[in-house]
């Protein structure tokens, strides 16, 4: 796959099975998503990452994530924080906790345990 087709790559069954689950029970406002995915995006968070996250945090990421350059920076600035970088194969992209749900509750119970 080309760089960041992971994500539009919808070829695991636990996505499958997530999107429908939603797809029935979530109704969605799209203009009310906008709203909310345009506030996140033109805002500037490195004060709030950088200064008030002062307990131990999982990020979770991967190879495929056009984000996972801003998470390799939000672990190198909170004290204890731990990065998962899941690879293409594990289905590493933005939605990798739907598409490897196996994996992805076997680290994050690892570091709640830790």
Known sequence: M????????FDSPYFENSQRFASAFIKSDPKAMGRVLFD???NDWRDV????IDIPA???SGE????LPCQQW????I???RLY???SAEQGDHFLMFKNPLKFVEDLRAFLER
């Open 64 to 67: 495929e994530s056009n984000n």
């Open 79 to 81: 004290a204890d924080a």
């Open 58 to 60: 999982a990020i979770f």
């Open 85 to 87: 970088s899941y690879s």
């Open 40 to 42: 996140h995006t033109v």
């Open 74 to 77: 939000a672990q190198s600035v």
């Open 2 to 9: 080309k760089p960041f087709e992971r994500a539009h790559a």
């Open 49 to 52: 990452v950088r200064h008030k």
